[in-house]
C-alpha cells in the first residue's frame, strides 16, 4: 500500500494502515487483474478495494491452498475461527488478524452489510464438502455467497450515479461472470481439489459424466464431447457477461475505467478458452501480455480523463467495452436460469 494511498484514504494508525499493507499483498500476488484495475480507481477507493479482495483471497486460501497440508476438518475450522473474527472484532475491536481489521475498517467506512461477508464465508465452507452440482440453479445458489456478495461488497466503494439497489442486480452478475471464467480456466485444478463446477445437467446433455472429465485431466487425452460442454459453458458466461454490462455506466464516472477494464480483460480469458481450443483440463488459458497492455493503457487514459472532468463538475462519456475486444461482442447463448 503506498502512502499516498492511505492517505489519501484517511487512514493513520499504524497497525491500520499495515493491515491494509496486507491485503495489498495478498490482490497483488493472488489478483493480477482485479490488481490492475484497482490501479485506475482514484487513490482513496484503493485501500477498500484492497481489504475487499484481500479479505476473499485470505478465506480462499485456507479452502483451496493446494501446498497446505491441512485436512478438511481443520481448514473448517479455520474458516469458523476467520468468522469468528469477523464477529467480534468490529464490535469489539478484538480482531488479531490483520485482514479482518482492514475489512472491518473499510465495511464501517463504506456500510457494506456485513451478510454479504457471512454469505461468502458459508460458500467457501461449502467448498469443504461439496465437490460438485446437480444443476445451474444449484450451483448459482453457490455463486451468490461466493461470487454475486463480492460485487455488492464493491458497489459502495465504487459508488453509482444512481439509486444504488438499480446497479446492484448487475453489479451481482459481473461478480458471477468473473467467477464462471474462473471455472473454466480452473477446470483442471478444481478436478485436482475433488471439486468440478460444471454442472452435471450440462455434461449429461452432452454425453459425459465427472468421470470422463477426470479421465481426460489424467490421460491428458482428448474427447470432442468435454470441448462441447466447455464450449457451452463459455457461452452461457458470456451471456452473463452482457447482464452485467449496462451496470458500468450506472457506476460513478471515476470507477468506469477500472470496472470496464476489468470486464474487457477477464472476459478476454474466454477468448483465450477459445483460441486454445478449449484445453483447460491439460493447460492454463491467459490473455496474451500485449493484449493486457493494450486494454490497461486504453483504461489508464479513461482514468485520467475521468478524473480530469470530475475535477471541472462535467460529464463523462459512457462507453462500453471496445469492439475490438470479442468477449464484448454479443454472442449466441443460451437464457441464463441461475440466481444471482
Known amino acids: ?28 500476488r493472488h489478483g493480477k487483474t482485479y490488481f490492475l484495475a484497482t490501479r485506475l480507481l482514484p487513490v482513496d477507493r484503493r485501500p477498500a478495494v484492497h481489504a475487499l479482495y484481500g479479505f476473499a483471497r485470505w478465506a480462499d486460501d485456507i ?6 497440508t491441512a485436512t478438511p476438518g481443520e481448514r473448517g475450522r479455520a474458516l469458523l475461527a476467520l468468522e469468528a473474527q469477523l464477529e467480534a472484532g468490529p464490535r469489539r475491536g478484538q480482531a488479531t488478524e490483520p485482514v479482518i481489521r482492514a475489512l472491518a475498517d473499510t465495511a464501517r467506512r463504506y456500510g457494506i452489510d456485513r451478510r454479504h461477508f457471512t454469505d461468502f464465508l458459508a460458500s467457501m465452507r461449502s467448498d469443504l464438502t461439496v465437490g460438485g452440482y446437480a444443476s445451474y440453479e444449484e450451483l ?19 459508488g453509482t450515479v444512481g439509486p444504488r439497489e438499480e446497479a446492484a442486480p448487475h453489479a451481482a452478475a459481473l461478480g458471477v461472470a468473473f467467477q464462471l471464467t474462473n471455472f473454466l480456466r480452473d477446470v483442471g485444478e478444481d478436478l485436482d481439489r ?5 454442472p452435471a445437467e450440462l455434461l449429461a446433455s452432452h454425453g ?16 470432442a464431447r ?16 452482457l447482464d452485467a454490462l449496462p451496470g458500468i455506466a450506472m457506476l460513478a464516472p471515476v470507477s468506469r475505467p477500472c470496472i470496464r477494464t476489468a470486464f474487457v480483460l477477464y472476459s478476454g480469458i474466454l ?8 484445453a483447460v483440463l491439460h493447460r492454463r488459458s491467459v490473455v496474451p501480455r500485449r493484449r493486457r497492455a493494450v486494454v490497461a493503457l486504453d483504461g489508464l487514459v479513461r482514468a485520467v480523463a475521468a478524473r480530469a472532468v470530475s475535477r471541472t ?6 462507453a462500453g467495452p471496445p469492439c475490438s475486444s470479442p468477449s464484448s461482442r454479443p454472442r449466441e447463448a443460451p437464457v441464463r436460469e441461475e440466481a444471482v
Do not use: K
Open 313 to 318: 463538475g462535467g460529464e463523462v462519456p459512457v
Open 194 to 198: 475433488g471439486r468440478l463446477y460444471l
Open 140 to 158: 448459482g445458489r453457490y455463486m451468490h455467497g461466493s461470487a454475486a456478495v463480492i460485487g455488492l461488497q464493491m458497489l459502495p466503494v465504487l
Open 271 to 278: 477468448d483465450a478458452i477459445e483460441s486454445d481450443g478449449y
Open 63 to 68: 479452502v483451496d491452498d493446494l501446498d497446505s
Open 226 to 241: 468435454i470441448t462441447d460442454v466447455l464450449r457451452a459453458a463459455a457461452a452461457r458466461n458470456r451471456a452473463v457477461y
Open 1 to 28: 500500500m503506498t502512502v499516498r494511498e492511505l492517505d489519501a484514504a484517511g487512514i493513520h494508525d499504524p497497525a491500520l494502515r499495515a493491515a491494509y499493507a496486507r491485503c495489498r499483498e495478498l490482490n497483488a
Open 208 to 223: 459425459v459424466d465427472r468421470e470422463r472429465f477426470e479421465w481426460s485431466r489424467r490421460t491428458g487425452a482428448r474427447d
